[in-house]
């Protein structure tokens, strides 16, 4: 599974009196679709941060192309772009799910550390389950 999808509509919450989604609100939609993603390929959050690993994001960008609104269903495809010895990077493209049309797109680096902020390596059979679906090799 080269990118994993998730779907799901724009809660009022997310949005604006004219109806139109914060632009915060894309970076929760980049972690939900992240969190579904590690899921689905075997690398749940939960089991990691029970073995002493936590993935916090070092650096996030983030190009807005149109709004989403109030009642949409959106999709945010997400795939590994790249892993590290100590990070992995995770892209996203954020879609109206009814016309195909893009709507943002970014990526999120996180850095694998342990429980009191030091810089760790991930564990090898980590490193392994997100190579196997990365678009670049491990480094």
């Known amino acids: 599974m080269r990118q994993g999808e998730s779907r799901f ?3 009022y ?3 604006d009196q004219m109806g139109v989604v914060h632009h915060s609100n894309y970076i929760i939609w980049f972690e939900q679709g992240r969190t579904d993603y590690m899921r689905e390929i075997g690398v749940d959050y939960a089991d990691v941060e029970r073995e002493g690993i936590f993935l916090p994001v ?3 960008h983030i190009r ?3 709004p989403a609104r109030y009642g949409d269903e959106v999709r945010v495809l997400t795939r590994v772009e790249r892993v590290q010895s100590r990070a992995v990077t995770f892209a996203y493209e954020v879609f ?3 016309s195909d049309e893009l ?3 970014g990526y999120t680096r996180l850095v694998a550390m342990d429980a009191s902020g030091v810089a760790r390596r991930l564990p090898d059979s980590i490193i392994a389950r997100f190579a ?6 491990a480094s």
Not at 132 to 137: G, N, Y
């Open 9 to 11: 509509r724009v809660r």
């Open 13 to 15: 919450v997310e949005s």
């Open 58 to 60: 070092a650096e996030l």
């Open 64 to 66: 807005y192309g149109a």
């Open 96 to 98: 109206r799910a009814d």
């Open 103 to 105: 709507l943002a797109s």
């Open 132 to 137: 196997d679906v990365a678009h670049a090799p």
